[in-house]
């Protein structure tokens, strides 16, 4: 067992999901931050278990080639990123061998490379960002939360947002200041402003900007959307309640305070409406690849009918509306089901159907009707299938089945269980929509081969 506080010598192997550094010292994994790959490194432990430990760079000895000098200047205190201490090609490299190692080892494949869809730019992409709120001696700000705590780290610049979402977000900090509005403290329970949540349209440059508040009213309100319309594209202003304990940052009951409650945006060539709740990938470039990936994996023909389940506010679903007979979305937030059913209509869709329910319990229930879909897609969340959706796939046996995943492990997880069932792995390939953050999205299609 290594002794804590205690400095080794160590050659940095491989990273971790998270993206940290693992190294090897006297047969216990260390894991290190802001490692990379083929250093050599001088480590002092800070914590020491029986089977891991967790260190921290005191020496670089041996510098990798793709280190780089951090572009954001609180890249090793904010949470948010990762990767800002190497080039992009090292961390692009990591994530598709992230999804290849999860499907070999977990997924029982035998893959030898995995293609990446790599981002254009790593500036700027973001097109959501939820602001915590924090106080310090009288003064409130806001940023982001340092990694493994609710410390709130201040950034003025966040280097993977656009200008004017941090622009939103200084204006709400003055205004907060100026009127004097109480920041939420989550151990005492107090206070009224939880987070700033800000959306912003790519295409049509629309801005929402939704408060958090531990309350039912914001005082003052009218001067902080004078302050706002100095924002180019500031479209609405929406009150989240939220007088919850935890950690969820949107509560359940919202408040138009200004304009429509919405913003809409253009994705794949179809326009679609965005509430606070409606999910949105994050990267509009690249999930515009991605979808085209999805669409071209998934091979339909006008004869086909596609499910789609966790289809959110419809974005894949509308996608393959064009190429199918039949589209059905499935999704378990109703408001993302209103918006979905607007946007088909919106969009002159008239060969799409859209049900709000659990994704595992509506499969069950669309089989009992006699539903047998040719394609279905899938898109979680980071806990992957459960049971009841893999049971149902299972039953309903479509031809094709195109998983979109943020998490390579329960990816992998649900391979090995669809392949028990009869299918096997065609196509696998990452899609890097999380540019200097550990996060990696893939896309695998899986044929059926058998009628077991």
């Not at 802001?34 to 020491?48: F, L, P, S, T």
């Not at 946007?343 to 009707?369: P, V, Y």
């Amino acid at each position: 067992m290594l002794i804590k506080n205690q400095i080794y010598e160590a050659q940095i192997t491989d990273y971790t999901a998270e993206g940290q550094g693992v190294a090897h010292i006297e047969g216990c994994a260390v894991f290190i931050p802001n490692a990379i790959a083929g250093e050599r490194v001088r480590v002092r432990i800070e914590k020491a278990q029986k089977t891991w430990a967790a260190g921290k760079i005191v020496e670089l000895l041996e510098k990798s080639p793709h280190r780089r000098n951090r572009e954001c200047p609180v890249a090793k205190l904010c949470g948010g990123c990762d990767f800002w201490h190497m080039d992009y090609e090292e961390e692009t490299r990591l994530k598709a061998q992230r999804v290849k190692d999860c499907l070999n080892r977990l997924g029982g494949e035998n893959l030898e490379e995995i293609p990446i869809l790599v981002a254009p730019t790593y500036l700027g992409y973001r097109n959501k960002a939820q602001y915590p709120v924090a106080q310090k001696k009288g003064r409130a700000y806001a940023g982001f939360f340092r990694a493994g705590t609710h410390t709130v780290v201040e950034n003025p610049r966040c280097r993977i947002l656009p200008e004017q979402t941090d622009a939103v977000k200084d204006i709400v900090i003055d205004y907060v200041n100026q009127f004097r509005i109480p920041v939420y403290d989550e151990v005492a329970h107090t206070g009224l402003l939880r987070h700033i949540y800000v959306r912003r349209g790519v295409v049509s440059g629309q801005i929402l900007v939704c408060l958090v508040i531990n309350g039912q009213k914001l005082p003052r309100w009218e001067e902080l959307v004078k302050s706002l319309k100095q924002v180019p594209g500031f479209t609405t202003l929406v009150l989240s309640e939220n007088t919850r304990k935890g950690n969820a940052i949107l509560g359940d009951t919202f408040h138009t305070l200004y304009g429509p409650g919405y913003i809409e945006d253009t994705l794949c060539g179809l326009t679609f409406r965005l509430s606070p709740r409606s999910f949105y990938q994050v990267n509009h470039h690249q999930a515009q690849r991605l979808y085209q990936a999805a669409i071209d994996l998934a091979e339909i023909s006008k004869s086909d009918t596609v499910l789609d389940l966790y289809c959110g506010v419809g974005t894949i679903t509308l996608a393959m509306a064009a190429a199918a007979g039949q589209v059905i979305g499935v999704e378990v937030i109703p408001q993302a089901v209103e918006d979905a059913k607007a946007n088909a209509e919106r969009n002159g869709i008239e060969n799409a159907q859209f049900f709000c329910g659990d994704a595992g319990q509506a499969a069950l229930k669309l089989e009992q009707d006699g539903v047998r879909p040719d394609v279905v897609v899938v898109d979680p969340p980071r806990k992957g299938l459960n049971a009841d959706t893999i049971e149902a796939l299972s039953r309903m046996a479509p031809k094709r089945i195109v998983y979109v995943s943020c998490d390579p492990a329960t990816l992998a997880r649900d391979v090995a269980l669809l392949k028990e069932r009869g299918y096997t792995l065609q196509t696998a390939l990452a899609t890097d929509l999380f540019p200097r953050c550990a996060h990696v999205e893939s896309i695998v299609l899986l044929c059926k081969t058998s009628q077991e």
